[in-house]
Structures are given as C-alpha cells and as structure tokens.
C-alpha cells in the first residue's frame, strides 16, 4: 500500500513540475542539453546560459589554460577581472 501512494507522489510531483515549463536549450561543456527548467515564456536558456545574463560585466580577457574567454564578471572601466588587469593599475 505504501508503495501505491510513493508512485502516485512521485507522478504528480512530475506533472506539477513540467506544466507550463521547459528545460534549457543550452549545451553544457559536457555535450549535453543543459536540464535546468526555465519558463519558456520568459526565455529558453537558464540563468547559466542566457546570454543576456552571462556576458553582462564580464571579464574580456582571454583565459591562457582554455584560449576562451574569461568567465569572471568584473565591474571594473577596464572590462577585465583582476587577473586580467595589468599589475600596475
Ligand atoms: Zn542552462
Ligand atoms: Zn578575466
């Protein structure tokens, strides 16, 4: 009995949480699509992935291990992070 009533728990939890919303359509550094849910009525990309969020006060420096751009955010006039920055600014 306890089992039935685990089942159906678990299938409703599913239903409520696929309603109206739908995963990212990012790809991950792993080569598979990104699962964090978003609501496709606002955006299709999670808070990692959109690029309107990723790329605000990021760092322009080009990271020497990857040959990719810095992740970091920086605040910074310069547009870079203090790895990125010269020493003597
Ligand atoms: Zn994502
Ligand atoms: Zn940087």
Same mark, same amino acid.
């Given at each position: 009995m306890r089992n039935k009533f685990l089942i159906i728990g678990l299938a409703m939890g599913s239903i409520a949480f696929g309603q109206s919303d739908s995963t990212c359509v990012a790809i991950t550094t792993k080569n598979i699509s990104c699962k964090i849910k978003v609501n496709v009525d606002i955006t299709n990309y999670c808070h990692h992935h959109n690029p309107d969020l990723v790329n605000? @006060?990021? +760092? @322009?420096g080009i990271s020497k291990?990857? @040959?990719?751009? +810095?992740?970091l955010k920086t605040k910074h006039e310069s547009g870079l992070c203090h790895h990125h920055r010269p020493k003597n600014d």
């Open positions: 605000v @006060n990021r +760092c @322009n291990s990857t @040959n990719e751009q +810095c992740k």
